[in-house]
């Protein structure tokens, strides 16, 4: 008689553990490259190509191996169509002369942190790097400063962070 058929159980503690420990590491790596692109950002108003594949290839990864682990493709599914939704939704804004190139492609990144969230999320993420960047701006508009270029690439960041944490904090009050 095997393992799994002795105790059945111990292949869905397994599972549950990868699925975790899977969890744990892409959003680590969102917070990893995130800070990387920040700085980038902050410094050269760009993020570079490398770095938003990077971050985009370990969030792909990541939830790929929780989808897998979970056999539940509904998170990959979601994160998948969070990354089109928020590209497409960025893209726009890039054609009407408001963003760069690099936060479009950055979207796809959040789109996919957000998305793996729920709609939800993908919203209030994208509502939160708005107005972040608002508030950063604002002081700019006000003393009449001619360059007024947002990084934008850290804001969207903090929006998935804050989204992620606002996520943990429904679930924990469930």
Known sequence: MSDWEQN????LAA???LSNFAYFATWSWFIATAIMLSRVDFRERRLPNTLV???YLGGLLGFTVIAFSRADFTLLVNAALGSVIASLGYLMIHLFGGMGMGD???AGVIGL???SLGWTYLYLGSLISF???ALWVLPQMLSNRENRNVPFGPFMALGVVASGFIAIG???GA
């Open 15 to 17: 599972a549950n553990a």
């Open 131 to 133: 107005v972040g960047a």
């Open 8 to 11: 059945p159980g111990m292949d």
């Open 113 to 115: 942190y957000l998305g």
């Open 104 to 106: 479009v492609k950055y």
């Open 53 to 55: 594949l990077i971050a």
């Open 170 to 172: 429904v679930t924990a």
